[in-house]
Every structure is written in structure tokens, then in C-alpha cells.
């Protein structure tokens, strides 16, 4: 077998930059740094994402086409994202106009 | 079907079969991307339609909890990377051991959940008709902060100023957050369901350093499940704390 075996040093040190991740993010929270608090916490939710998927989940040491495989679902992912929020973000119209009355139940 | 081993007949090695796998895994896990995409996609477009809704809904979650929460799971995560290599380097008590204290992570993961859904009952903030996001601050419970609650009722009261039907864009709100925290929370009862069955196999000596295929496989998915809480937790709880 010539699989590739990850030693546990290596997901001590990838728990280690996860949990500091974490810290980091709701400290982040916390601080004011106008429109960009959303842009730093999705930036350092993507970083620990791909440590995951790299280490924990061996991507690093897969065969190619279980890297293309991961790569396709992010493309996928980014064309769902990308078109429908381009979309959303061209109407002439405000979503919030939608009448309330529809909801209402209280 | 014809089997040798763990080696099935269509396969000509068992490094093929479990490439083969792990394969089909991840493409099962691209389907999940999208599906969990969806839901991303709805919370970010009605979060920007509605922020002051959705920020006061998000500063009631328990940051304690959540953040509390994300390290169980992270720590789970890790447990569970431990018991695939104690499978790849043939330690097989060790392989117990691992799943054992995954599967205990996980159900204090969902423990806690349920404590946190308990406190929406409590509060008044699961969509339908007794939806009210003035009862809480309104209503003190034993346990409260009294200067954070407040706090809110500060806010509530400021936003209900502004936009008089913040009690139905309150409910899309906590919709999203109990469709997409339910739903990951599903996940999760079925990764507990998928520990037990590898438990039952490890205490059988089933998972060999020729054969740990079963381990990576469900290793992957409890990993998939821990990305999707790494981006649940600063958009249901963190989006609007700067106050």
C-alpha cells in the first residue's frame, strides 16, 4: 500500500491553528471594522475550512482526481453564489418592498 | 457477489477499492456542498434584505454556547483524524478509543443544541404565532444578565422604531437559523448512527491497516459536517456584535 499516512503531530498542529482560528473569529467579532467584519469572518472560516479539508480530510494527499472532484464543488458552488447574488444585487426593485400582510400570523 | 477478503471482485486491489471509495465519498459530498449552498445562499440574500432583523435575532444566540460548541466539534474532528491513522498504523484499541471519544463529542455537541432550542422556546422566538421579539427583555428569567437584556431591549425597541414588522422578518431570521442549525444537527444524529456501527466493528478488530476504508469514509463525512459549523457559527452568531 502506498497510502499516505498523516502523522498526528501534524493534525495536533492543524487542531491547534483551528482552535486559534475560532478565538480569533469571535474576537474579530467584537471589534468594529465597519462592512469588513463579514468579509473577516467568512475569510477566517474559509481558511480553517481548508485546513480541514486539506489535512483532516487528506485532500493534500489524494489522488488528482479526488482533487478535481473538490475542485469542481467549489466552482459549482461559486457559480450558485456569484450569479444568483449578481442577479439579486442588479433588480431595479428593493426585496424588502414584498408586502408584509402575506406573513402575517401574530 | 463475489469476495475475497475485504476485496471485492471488480476490484483489483485494495488500495483501488478504497481510492474507488473515497472517491465516490467526496463526490456524495459535492451534492451536500450545494445543498448546504442553498440554504448559505437564501440566509445571505434575506440577511442583506432585512440586517436589522437579522442582527438583533442573531445577538440573542449564546455566544458562550456557540463558541463553546465549536470547539467540541473541532475536537471531535480531531479525534476522529486520530482514529484513522490508529486504523492505518494497525492500533486497533486505539481505534476504540478514538471513535468512542468522537461519538461522545459529538452527542455533547448536540446536548448542547437542545439547550440552546429550549431557550427559544423559553424566549418566545420560534416562528409561528407566539413569535414575540419584545417578550423576552420584556420577561426576565431566573438566569439572565440584566444589564445585557437591557441591552436588547434597547435595541428591539430602536428597531421596531424604524421598521414596525420587525416581528416577520424576526421569524426569517430564526427560520433560517433553525432550518440550517436543524439541519446540520441531522447531519450529525446520523454521523452518531455511523460512529456506533464503526464502534461495534473496532471492538470486533474489523479496521486493519490493510483495511480502514469504513473509517476514512465516515471520517470524511464527520469532517464535512465540521466545515459546515465552521460557517454556521460566525453567520448565525457573530454577524452583528459590534454594537
Known sequence: MSEHIVSPKVYIV?????????????????????????????GIATIKATLVVLYFMHARYSPGRTQLVIVCSI???????????????????????????????? | MHRTGDLYGHFQTLEQQK?????????????????????FLTYTINRSAFSTAFGIGSNTLDITLGAGNTVVLIMSSLTMAMAVWSAQVGKKK?????????????????GVKAVEYKQKFDHHLIPGHGFDMKYHPAHPMARDDLKELALEKKEVDEAFAVDPDINFHGQLYFSLYFGMTGLHALHMIV?????IW??????????????NT?????GLYWHFVDIVWIYL???????????
Open chain 2, 214 to 218: 469504513p473509517v476514512e469514509i465516515v
Open chain 2, 19 to 39: 481510492e474507488t471509495a473515497t472517491l465516490g465519498m467526496w463526490i456524495f459530498l459535492v451534492t451536500e456542498v450545494l445543498f448546504f449552498g442553498g440554504l
Open chain 1, 75 to 106: 466552482f459549482w458552488l461559486a457559480i450558485m453564489l456569484a450569479l444568483t447574488l449578481a442577479d439579486y444585487d442588479t433588480r431595479p426593485h428593493d426585496i424588502t418592498l414584498a408586502a408584509p400582510q402575506v406573513f402575517y400570523c401574530v
Open chain 2, 94 to 110: 486505539l481505534v476504540s478509543i478514538f471513535l468512542i471519544a468522537t461519538l461522545g463529542l459529538g452527542t455533547v455537541f448536540l
Open chain 2, 198 to 211: 464503526l464502534i461495534t466493528g473496532s471492538f470486533a478488530g474489523r479496521f486493519t491497516p490493510q483495511y
Open chain 2, 191 to 195: 454521523g452518531v448512527g455511523l460512529l
Open chain 2, 233 to 243: 457559527f460566525p453567520l448565525l452568531y457573530l454577524i452583528d456584535r459590534h454594537r
Open chain 1, 14 to 42: 492543524i487542531f491547534a491553528s483551528l482552535m486559534l482560528g475560532t478565538g480569533l473569529t469571535v474576537w474579530a467579532a467584537f471589534q468594529n471594522f465597519h462592512q469588513y467584519n463579514i468579509v473577516i469572518a467568512l
